[in-house]
């Protein structure tokens, strides 16, 4: 009996072994699909010197990344994607735009985990890893929870994202007083605002206020008068706050407008979407408090040294979610005892990247993000 369980044990260990020598000869093959050229090629570029840092701090020599070029274009993108299935490639990070990936339904066996944050009409197969509009109305959500913010009005400009957007506020159950939909033309933007903030309403209110007192036979009417006349209007806003959904100037044109009605961010709190720590922002004094959901701030600024250190150039802000993902792919696929299959973006997981925690189920990502105000010259975190 003593032989036999000796038997045993050095067989099972001879079978260990040789399992292991097989497997350390495999390689898990990953797919890469950027536009290294062209007009996007200095993105893509970035994003390859991301993954190749991932790769280096992962140091395991199975872990295999197959680069391809996408030029950014989806006839292009579809059929090095399918070069890649020739090879027997399963997962692809990328592509990075949502117009490539118009075509890879027609891989099925093949899941894209797409650098695009948008999520509306996605084929199946395609998985939107960016900080998408659930994961930022969701922070959004916690911060009016926790400011007892009760009579928001979600601005929404008319632009393709307002889709997203709208799906957003749905999945989210966010509390909203209402929802406005407004032009992007500066021209027409700032009657849109003034007629939402009911601009006239109050502006004849003042006016009014001041004839009554002229009129009136109050002793300290000069000293009231004179201070209604500091004012630009008189009456309340029948909101609490703005979220603004929108970036870049686009987004200072609705806060100037907001301003200009005497709507300013010190009567109420002024939100919108992720930023990335856009410091033109802190120069726009009048328009601040501002806040907004993000990464986490303290890994992408590390994030950012490092990757200056080594190739002398900034990254995109795409290549800290490349550098991620690299990351979430190997641990689900170690969690999956090192077998490749696209079933594992379907079970539920965690997984504590740079950005931030991702949130994997049913083939979605969300994250949970960081909240941040910009204010008196820097960023500073709320939660």
Do not use: C
């Amino acid at each position: 009996m003593k032989t036999f369980i000796k038997i045993l044990i050095i067989s099972t260990l001879s079978l260990i072994v040789y399992s292991q020598n097989t497997f350390a000869g495999e390689k898990i093959k990953i797919g890469l699909i950027v536009p290294t050229s062209g007009e996007h090629s200095k993105l893509g570029n970035s994003i390859i010197k991301s993954v190749r840092l991932a790769i280096n701090k992962i140091d395991d020599s199975r872990f295999e990344i197959i680069p391809k070029d996408t030029k950014s274009n989806p006839i292009n993108t579809l059929r090095v994607s399918k070069e890649l299935h020739d090879q027997g490639v399963k997962i692809v990070i990328g592509p990075v735009f949502n117009e490539s990936t118009k075509y890879l339904d027609e891989l099925k066996d093949i899941t894209f985990i797409s650098l695009t944050n948008k999520i509306h009409g996605n084929h199946s197969n395609v998985i939107s890893a960016g900080v998408n509009a659930i994961s930022q109305i969701n922070t959004i959500k916690k911060f009016t929870k926790i400011k007892n913010l009760e009579r928001s009005i979600f601005l929404i400009p008319k632009t393709d994202y307002k889709k997203e957007i709208y799906l957003a506020i749905d999945k989210t159950n966010i509390k909203l007083k209402d929802k406005f939909v407004y032009d992007t033309d500066p021209t027409i933007l700032t009657s849109q605002i003034e007629k939402l903030t009911r601009y006239s309403q109050r502006k004849q209110n003042l006016k009014n206020e001041i004839k009554r007192l002229e009129n009136s036979l109050l002793t300290n009417k000069e000293k009231k008068i004179d201070n209604l006349k500091k004012k630009d209007t008189l009456g309340g806003i029948n909101f609490d706050s703005v979220i603004i959904a929108d970036f870049d100037e686009s987004l200072k044109s609705v806060a100037t407008s907001l301003l200009y009605t005497d709507v300013s961010s010190k009567r109420i709190s002024y939100i919108t979407l992720n930023q990335w720590f856009d410091r033109s922002l802190l120069k726009e004094p009048s328009l601040l408090p501002i806040y907004f959901p993000s990464i986490n701030k303290e890994n992408y600024d590390l994030f950012v040294n490092e990757y200056k250190s080594i190739y002398k150039s900034p990254p995109n802000q795409l290549s800290f979610l490349s550098y991620d993902l690299v990351g979430l792919i190997y641990f689900l696929i170690y969690q999956n005892n090192f077998k490749v299959s696209n079933n594992i973006f379907y079970k539920k997981n965690k997984f504590k990247g740079k950005i931030g925690i991702f949130e994997i189920n049913k083939n979605i990502i969300t994250h949970q993000l960081n909240f941040y105000s910009a204010e008196e010259k820097e960023f500073k975190k709320i939660f």
